[in-house]
């Protein structure tokens, strides 16, 4: 009897063990792991950390593609200036005009609509405002620096003109676009080859809305 109780005595350390092991799945085999947590800290309770926000990633300057970001906004366009408004107008009539430039050395003249293509683009060279008109395969191109405009003038005048015999004269009235620069320089002038009743009445609205002279 005393045997079977010292026995008893000596197991009962590892009945206990293997008790506290079947209670704690986490704990074997000899190696002790962490118990999982269950109590949350009013701290973490009331105060959720916020999401790390992400900082955008530039590309290196060395890569091939472009590293700018791009930036929106809502400001609202620029509004055309009075040369742009002007030279659209003359675009929107579909009429013909006599364009005239007047280079350093040389002269061009040719008669065509001002368009149908047209565009607005920043000049590669100089970084300024270029108005473009050009035919429809674009062998004829006409392109303005819109910011060195500085004064449109309408004006209509007479001009005798000869016929072929030589003899006699013949009046004609010129219906003229001037563009000039800040030093008062002729930039182009467009004649209006329409001499019907289109081209007058079309003429006459451009004095309407601006006048006979505009300043920029």
Not at 68 to 81: A, E, I, K, L, Y
Not at 129 to 147: C, G, I, N, R, Y
């Amino acid at each position: 009897m005393r045997a079977s109780s010292a026995f008893l005595f000596l197991l009962a350390p590892a009945i206990q063990t293997q008790a506290f092991q079947a209670s704690r799945p986490w704990i074997h085999r000899g190696i002790t792991a962490s118990a999982p947590s269950t109590t949350i800290s009013k701290k973490s309770f009331y105060h959720s950390p916020s999401p790390t926000p992400k900082t955008p990633i530039l590309k290196s300057s060395s890569s091939s593609e472009d590293t700018t970001p791009t930036t929106t906004t809502n400001d609202p366009p620029t509004p055309p200036s009075k040369a742009q408004q002007i030279l659209t107008s003359i675009h929107q009539s579909k009429l013909p005009f006599r364009i005239i430039v007047l280079g350093t050395d040389s002269i061009l003249e040719t008669t065509s609509p001002l368009g149908p293509r047209t565009s607005l683009a920043l000049s590669p060279k100089t970084n300024e405002p270029l108005m473009t008109f050009a035919s429809e395969d674009k062998s004829f191109e006409f392109h303005v620096k819109v910011d060195k405009v500085c004064k449109v003038t309408f004006v209509a005048l007479e001009k005798k003109i000869r016929v072929e015999d030589g003899e006699e004269e013949e009046r004609k009235m010129m219906r003229v676009c001037r563009f000039l620069n800040e030093k008062g320089n002729l930039i182009c002038s467009l004649i209006l080859a329409e001499e019907g009743e289109e081209g007058v009445k079309w003429f006459e609205g451009m004095i309407d809305t601006y006048g006979d002279e505009v300043l920029m």
